[in-house]
């Protein structure tokens, strides 16, 4: 399986569950990230001075917490698009950071698929998993990120199923609404969080044995995430926004390209392993 993702926190907030039951069953992960999220914004006061608006050491530190990150979640391979810092954050939609010459949503994307091309060749995955076309929630990187893979996946020669990585409104419905009175975050009303109908899903797999390890994996992104201490059950989190999200015991997709039979609570349902 290879997961192609637009920042530092993105494998372990869309996948995460994902990642850490296909290791742990001795699957060959490797997770392939296209910026350094140099344009973040960052939770804990003490590390504000790393910010674009200041030192701009948002990146470094970000790699640091993704190698934590990958650790947690077993990760065989890690790669950057293009090496390390080739491509850059390229910020919210609209933000002026997207003309930064080096961003990633302004670079060329034949090139940038052609680099990604070049790490599938190399990986030869069975199986790859981006972003659905909104890029999830319309995050500039991540639209890019769902192109080029859309673009060089399905050609790559060991390639025989990709998805997208999506969120199910009827499972964060049902979430928000066992965090609503509870959580310390602001719990959104239904409807505000970006979610995919569930007629559209193609695939549930259930992560409710790996939910300890994307917990260890969200905490370890420090700058961009936040989830309730222990004791309590990391049920949920929440990004510098303070918005409350559920963590799922299930993460869904949809089957984008490659065969569907048993397909519906594996990714690698009815393929030769
Ligand atoms: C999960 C994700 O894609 N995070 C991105 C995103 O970060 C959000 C952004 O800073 C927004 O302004 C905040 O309200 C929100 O809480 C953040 O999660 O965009 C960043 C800039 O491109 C990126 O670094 C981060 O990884
Ligand atoms: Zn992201």
Same mark, same amino acid.
């Given at each position: 399986?290879?997961? $192609?993702?637009?920042?530092p926190d993105d494998?372990?907030?869309?996948?995460?569950?994902?990642i850490?039951r296909?290791?742990s &069953?001795?699957? !060959?992960?490797?997770?392939?990230?296209?910026?350094?999220?140099?344009? /973040? &914004?960052?939770?804990?006061?003490?590390?504000d001075?790393?910010?674009?608006?200041a030192?701009?050491q948002?990146?470094?530190?970000?790699?640091?917490?993704l190698?934590?990150?990958?650790?947690?979640?077993?990760?065989?391979?890690h790669?950057y698009? /293009?090496?390390?810092?080739?491509?850059? !954050?390229?910020?919210?939609?609209g933000?002026?950071?997207?003309?930064?010459?080096?961003?990633?949503? /302004?670079?060329?994307?034949d090139?940038?698929?052609a680099?990604?091309? &070049?790490?599938?060749?190399?990986?030869r995955?069975? $199986?790859?998993?981006t972003?659905?076309?909104?890029?999830?929630?319309?995050?500039?990187?991540h639209?890019?990120a769902?192109e080029?893979?859309?673009?060089?996946?399905?050609k790559?020669? #060991?390639?025989?199923?990709?998805?997208?990585?999506?969120?199910?409104?009827?499972? $964060?419905?049902? /979430?928000?609404?066992?965090?609503?009175?509870? #959580?310390?975050?602001?719990?959104?009303?239904?409807? &505000?969080?970006?979610?995919?109908p569930?007629?559209?899903?193609?695939?549930?797999?259930?992560?409710?044995?790996?939910?300890?390890?994307?917990?260890?994996?969200?905490?370890?992104h420090e700058?961009?995430?936040?989830v309730?201490?222990?004791?309590?059950?990391?049920?949920?989190?929440?990004?510098s926004?303070?918005?409350a999200?559920p963590?799922?015991? !299930?993460?869904?997709?949809?089957?984008?390209h490659?065969?569907?039979?048993?397909?519906g609570? !594996?990714?690698?349902?009815?393929?030769?392993?």
């Open positions: 399986m290879l997961l $192609v993702h637009a920042h494998e372990s907030i869309t996948t995460g569950g994902t850490a296909y290791t &069953e001795g699957a !060959d992960v490797t997770v392939v990230t296209c910026t350094l999220g140099e344009e /973040g &914004e960052i939770i804990p006061p003490s590390l001075g790393l910010g674009s608006w030192s701009d948002l990146g470094g530190y970000r790699a640091g917490e190698a934590s990150a990958c650790a947690a979640l077993g990760v065989t391979r790669r698009l /293009g090496g390390i810092g080739r491509w850059r !954050d390229s910020g919210m939609a933000t002026p950071s997207a003309a930064h010459p080096r961003a990633f949503s /302004g670079g060329d994307p090139e940038q698929a680099q990604l091309a &070049e790490i599938l060749d190399e990986v995955p069975q $199986v790859v998993v972003y659905d076309a909104f890029g999830g929630y319309g995050h500039p990187d639209i890019r769902h080029i893979t859309m673009a060089a996946a399905p790559a020669a #060991s390639v025989e199923r990709v998805f997208h990585t999506v969120s199910s409104r009827d499972a $964060v419905t049902a /979430g928000l609404a066992a965090l609503r009175g509870r #959580s310390a975050f602001r719990v959104p009303e239904d409807g &505000e969080l970006p979610v995919t569930d007629e559209t899903i193609t695939t549930v797999l259930d992560v409710g044995a790996h939910i300890p390890a994307k917990a260890a994996a969200l905490r370890a700058t961009q995430v936040s309730p201490a222990p004791p309590h059950l990391a049920d949920h989190f929440a990004l926004n303070d918005v999200q963590i799922t015991t !299930d993460e869904y997709f949809v089957l984008a490659g065969p569907a039979e048993g397909a609570a !594996d990714l690698f349902g009815g393929l030769a392993r």
